[in-house]
Each structure stands twice: as C-alpha cells, then as structure tokens.
C-alpha cells in the first residue's frame, strides 16, 4: 500500500462530516471546502462563500478522512463538498491522487460555476476527472435570466460543463432544489427535464426541497436574507416535480 507523502498543495476547509449517508453512495467523509462565486438566494451555508476557511495540506485531510474507512462500506468514501469545491481544483487534484493511492472512492458536489474551456483550468479538470468517480450536479435554474437572478451568475457553463462530463461518459447525480414561486414552476421543471434527457451520463435525479435552517446564518452575517416569508414546498409539489423529472426512471443508485 502507497503511504500517504507530503503534497505541497494547500486548501482551505471550512468543515467535515464524518458519517455522511446523502452525498454519495455509502457511508461518506464530507470535506466541505470555503469559497463560492454564487451567491444563491436559498443558500443554507453562506458562512462557506469566502475563504475563511481551516489552511490545511491534502495531506493532512486525507489522513484526517482515512481513520473513517473503515466505516465505508457499499461504495462509500470520501465527498468534497462546499462552497464550491472547483474553485480549489490544485488542491483537489493533491487530495484526490493521495485518495486514489489508498483505493479511496472520490465525489465532488458541485455547482459547476467555475467550469471553462480556457487554459489552464480545463486541462487541470480533465487530469481532476480521472481520479473522480463521481459528481453530484446541482442546476440551479434552468432559464438563463432567472439563473442569474436566483445565484447571481451565469448558468450557461453549468450547462456545458453537464454536456462535457455526458460526452465523456462521467457518471452524475443530477439534483435541483426545489423553491416555491421560482423553480417549482412546471414549465421550468419540463425544460429542466428535456435538458437532463440530452445527458447520457445520469445515474440519479434529487429533488431537493427548498427550507429556511441555514436563515439565521444571514442574520448572523448581516446579509439580507431575499426569500424571507418563502415557506417550503407543499409535499404535493415535491411529488409533482418528482413526476415531471422523471427521478424515478433514474434507479441504478437507491440510498
């Protein structure tokens, strides 16, 4: 067995889980990373949007992770999570080749905001996509204007970087939160739906009900909160985007 050498590439963490059971297959370690470029009305963890973070080597997180291993059973490791785990490709890349070295299985939960062609990231996420077994794609919105109005950014590369993993056959969970009065609209879901039915690469769709936990972390930031008096969605309206989705037809993972 490789042993666990010093990486030289530094990330910063803002937390971990050490059981996680929804963020992958199996029992899971949870690394979520600080820094985000979105700024998401719904977000739960705002506290994760700058990097004020724990400064520590891949290294020393994945030495951190491997005292849970033995926990991981049915396909289970390690998930990098966020904040948005793309804007530390370097340090990715470190964690997940020490990963590899121990036979770890690595996901990465992302929003896939810093996706580019340009040099030198895309070549960065081509040699990070070799040593991931995993993504869990979150679609903000589907419609170009209300993305935008909903996260503060584009969603035109988030589409790409869906159709670049689907032509190079990289296995996704695709989820989408569910917001009452935004992207619980039937129309959106159908669009949602038909862009989803162009992936060849989906092994689970997640309907994620929108609620209001992480509010108080607004307050406690100072941020004003844009969905105050937003109320989560009814069952009725997680079984009917469940329905248009599709999620059932979507069964190779079952947790």
Partial sequence: MSTLSASGSWGYVHSTETFGSVDGPGIRYIIFLAGCPLRCAFCHNPDTW????????????????????????????????????????????????????????????????????????????????????LLLLDIKHIDEKEHIKLTGKTGKNIRE???YLSESGKPVWI?????????????????????????????????LPYHTFGVYKWKELGID??????????????????????????????I
């Fill in 175 to 207: 989820r989408h939160v569910l917001v009452p009065g935004s992207t619980d609209r039937d129309d959106y879901l159908v669009r949602t739906r038909d862009f989803i039915r162009t992936l060849k690469n989906v092994d689970r769709v997640e309907i």
């Fill in 225 to 254: 909160y844009r969905l105050d008096g937003v109320e989560p969605p009814s069952a009725e309206r997680i079984r009917n985007a469940e329905s248009i989705l599709e999620t059932a037809k979507y069964t190779r993972w079952q």
């Fill in 161 to 163: 970087m869906a159709q």
């Fill in 50 to 133: 700058t990097h004020n973070g724990t400064r520590m080597s891949a290294s020393e997180v994945m030495k951190r992770a491997l005292r849970y291993k033995p926990y991981w059973k049915n396909g289970g490791g390690i998930t990098v999570s966020g904040g948005e785990p793309l804007m530390q490709i370097d340090f990715l890349i470190s964690l997940f080749s020490l990963a590899k070295e121990q036979g770890v299985n690595t996901v990465i939960d992302t929003a896939g905001s810093p996706f580019t062609y340009d040099e030198p990231w895309f070549t960065k996420f081509t040699n990070l996509m070799n040593m991931t077994d």
